[in-house]
T-cell receptor
Framework: QKEVEQDPGPLSVPEGAIVSLNCTYSNSAFQYFMWYRQYSRKGPELLMYTYSSGNKEDGRFTAQVDKSSKYISLFIRDSQPSDSATYLCAMSEEGGADGLTFGKGTHLIIQP | EPEVTQTPSHQVTQMGQEVILRCVPISNHLYFYWYRQILGQKVEFLVSFYNNEISEKSEIFDDQFSVERPDGSNFTLKIRSTKLEDSAMYFC?????????????FGPGTRLLVL
């Protein structure tokens, strides 16, 4: 059973659009939810970090967690061509394993 | 802004050879990690290291792998006898326990190719 599922895309949207990226998971013990951005052949860059359920906003980015549905989202407002990258969700348990469990990533393309 | 650095950026080796991948974590971080990403696959956790010992390791981290913090700044991953399937991107990460060990910052990676 795959723990974290993420649509690999590619997801192509015009510049300025609102982007919605999503992950589902099966492990109800996950409490920490992260979004990373990864440019081609580079390391993952931490974008957002959320604990348990709720929303968190940082500039153009909003992270949302719905633990009852085991579903997390990342919204990007006013998308820019520089946002084109692969977006990875990652999760971990509270007081549990050190290692993060990643989704496979969604490849996002913002068309100028 | 402080960042995790890794050397080399690329490494090509023959099957059966030993390789050492090097990382300099962010200076005030206390947790260190290695992950790998096979081309087209998920980022996978290998091992975590805290207080000079392995904190946790995954099933992938078998006896062929070892980690070391030889001095106050470097963190290394050694693969003793490389296999073709070890070809992957290897990422080092570190975290600050005060900010939460979940907030892990990744280096740029070392691309390992085993021939």
């Amino acid at each position: 059973q795959k723990e974290v599922e993420q649509d690999p895309g590619p997801l192509s949207v015009p510049e300025g659009a609102i982007v919605s990226l999503n992950c589902t998971y099966s492990n109800s013990a996950f409490q920490y939810f992260m979004w990373y951005r990864q440019y081609s052949r580079k390391g993952p860059e931490l974008l957002m970090y959320t604990y348990s359920s709720g929303n968190k906003e940082d500039g153009r980015f909003t992270a949302q967690v719905d633990k009852s549905s085991k579903y997390i989202s990342l919204f990007i407002r006013d998308s820019q061509p520089s946002d084109s990258a692969t977006y990875l969700c990652a999760m971990s348990e509270e007081g549990g394993a050190d290692g993060l469990t990643f989704g496979k990533g969604t490849h996002l393309i913002i068309q100028p | 802004e402080p960042e995790v650095t890794q050397t080399p950026s690329h490494q090509v080796t023959q099957m059966g050879q030993e390789v050492i991948l090097r990382c300099v974590p962010i200076s005030n971080h206390l947790y260190f990690y290695w992950y790998r990403q096979i081309l087209g696959q998920k980022v996978e956790f290998l091992v975590s290291f805290y207080n000079n010992e392995i904190s946790e390791k995954s099933e992938i981290f078998d006896d062929q792998f070892s980690v070391e913090r030889p001095d106050g700044s470097n963190f290394t991953l050694k693969i003793r006898s490389t296999k073709l399937e070890d070809s992957a991107m290897y990422f080092c990460a570190s975290s600050d326990p005060w900010a939460g060990r979940e907030t892990q910052y990744f280096g740029p990676g070392t691309r390992l190719l085993v021939l």
